[in-house]
């Protein structure tokens, strides 16, 4: 099944001089509406009637996220703040977070993407599809909502965690269809025996997942764990949220949703666009958001175009499973944390130093962080009970200002290994990449 079929499959000339016509119309929106987008052009002496194709996309300036934090919270908004009828965040690389606003339109938008996106996974009216995405300002949840809503799916808005009950409602509800992180599907199935719960009782024939990377490997470990079919959905919040692409039954590369997002491949280094099929960093331009468009929003993930048709019908072209970023970002249970936000926590406390390792393990498919610091030489003691509460405040800080739990490991002061270069700051010991 295809849910838009005019879209899906149109020819790739006629999505050309669609996605050109929509750029156009995008651009002289931004440039009347947004300053920062205004004063980079006419820095370039770029005026919108340069911009009349997707050939022209190359003349325009990239965006990326310190732009959003540099303009936080709505400086890149584009409509009326009476416009905007949903905000979510995700995060930033310091401090702030990073702010998206949506026009009735773009829900409307989402929901069509994520219909696509599910319809592509087999996903329909039938299903019962439950829900285990974040729901709140991560984008996850009420993101894939909508879309399940409009497929005629019955959708179970579980939310994450609370592993017992995601089984016992599926048992219960007959849920046919997931949707979660790749590393909780493993969790979820593994936890099947400590509750009880018999796979034979549960209906599941499909999982939609994505929010982190996930390697071939673990795809073959879900399908093999659940009997299902593992599908794989892209999206960040800047651009949309979960939907931006997703892979059909066939799972051989996730159909991009051209004609609202347009795809480039860059050099991270030059920032030169890169001949197709080659590997490179992701970037995206918007080209029928309305709350907030971006041009050449670099999503620091490392990918491929492919356009070879796919066995499905689809002419959209797709990108291959994302093998990494481009910058140090991680993904610690479907959340993204910046190194750099751990240090701007540190630098806060008067009791510790920032130097700090970060070393993330992967144990029963659960991300576990265990965190280094160095204690200044004025705080460090020996005394039990002050440690004690030194370890209980620096984790405390981390968790409401990053949002994940860490294990807190103190160190004596000038004990972390220096640096003569970039200091080797995270250990990532989950081979995921
Ligand atoms: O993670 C949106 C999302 C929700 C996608 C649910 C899919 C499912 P952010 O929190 O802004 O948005 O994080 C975006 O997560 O730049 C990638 O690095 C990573 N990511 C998302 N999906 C995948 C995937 C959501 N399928 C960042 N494979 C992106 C690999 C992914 N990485």
Redesign the pocket.
Known sequence: MIWNRTMECMSREDMRSYQSEKLHSMVERVYHNVPFYRDRMQQMHLSPEDIRSVDDLQKLPFTVKTDLRDNYPFGLFAVPQSQIIRLHA??GTTGKPTVVGYSRADIAVWAEVIARSLTAAGIGQNDVLQVA?GYGL???GL??HYGAEKTGASVIPISSGNTRRQLQLMEDFGTTAI?CTPSYALYLAESLQEFKIKRENIKLKVGI??????TENMRKAIEEKWGIIAI???????II??GVGCECIHRCG?HIMEDHFIPEIIDPQTLEVLPPGSRGELVFTTVTKEGMPLIRYR???LTRIIDEPCACGRTTVRIE??CG?SDD?L?IR?V?VFPSQIESVLLEMKETKPHYQLIVEREHNLDLVTLMVEVDEQFFSDEIKMLEALTAKIAHNVQSTLGISVKVKLAEPKSIERSEGKAKRVIDKRNIG
């Open positions: 995700s995060s995405y991560f984008t996850g993101g894939v949707a997942f994505g929010a982190e990377p996930w794989d959905i892209y999206g960040l919040s800047e949220g979960p996730m999503t620091r993930d499973k994302c970023r970002m993904i479907g993204n």
